[in-house]
């Protein structure tokens, strides 16, 4: 089965930046629990997302588009990167996000939501 994990983004993560030595820390915390789902056969993707700042909505009413910038709130609403893994089953993938470091400094959520298949 495939799911989507989403990190969900913070007001840090909205202002495009996190405090250092966290950064380093946690890239190389992250680096390492990536490389483990890759030698478990887990990870098809794996990226972070600039801010919704960077961003662009398009709203779509019948006919006409209309083009939105960002920034988009809250914060605790937005994604802030991803994982794509293919797993036996959500309990599988349950058990791998306990095993994640925290993607934030602080209060963090990780959402995961499974591919229609």
């Known amino acids: 089965m495939r799911v989507m994990v989403f990190v969900k983004a913070t007001g840090d993560s909205e202002k495009g930046h996190a405090p250092e030595p966290w950064t380093s820390e946690m890239m190389a915390a992250m ?29 779509f009413d019948g006919a006409d588009r209309t083009v939105i910038d960002g920034p988009f709130g809250p914060a605790s609403e937005q994604v802030a990167g991803f994982w794509l893994w293919e797993v036996r089953d959500m309990d599988e993938a349950i ?21 229609y298949e």
Request: net charge positive; with cysteine.
């Open 95 to 115: 058990a791998w996000v306990k095993r994640c470091p925290n993607p934030m400094p602080g209060p963090s959520e990780i959402e995961i939501r499974p591919f």
């Open 31 to 59: 680096g390492r629990f990536n490389d483990e789902l890759r030698a478990a056969g887990l990870l098809v993707m794996a990226d972070g997302l600039k801010p919704t700042s960077d961003a662009k909505r398009v709203a």
